[in-house]
């Protein structure tokens, strides 16, 4: 796995309202992004969309599978570092 290019805890510095899961989810996505330069892009519209399509999901009473959860809560951490809270 890559480098991150922000330390998690600088993160948890900056934006207080970030939860540990938040912080967890952006290490996951942004080191598994990261590992393949080449996909990164694609791999992050991809990420993006699901995480789009597992709000709607969840917001119409659905289980989300262990992947869409994931990429909404990257989604939440960063839209929280981005201002963005309760944006949703």
């Known amino acids: 796995m890559k480098a991150l290019p922000v330390d998690p805890e600088r993160l948890r510095r900056q934006f207080p ?3 540990d899961d938040d912080l967890a989810a952006y290490v996951e996505v942004t080191g598994t992004v990261l590992a393949d330069p080449q996909a990164r892009g694609k791999q992050m519209a991809a990420l993006l969309a699901r995480a789009r399509a597992a709000r709607e999901k969840a917001a ?3 289980d989300l599978t262990p992947d869409e959860g994931l990429a909404l809560r990257y989604l939440a951490a960063v839209e929280k570092m981005q201002g963005r809270v309760g944006a949703s």
Do not use: D, I, K, M
Request: hydrophobic share 35%; glycine share 16%; charged share 0%.
């Open 60 to 62: 119409a009473g659905h």
């Open 17 to 19: 309202s970030l939860t």
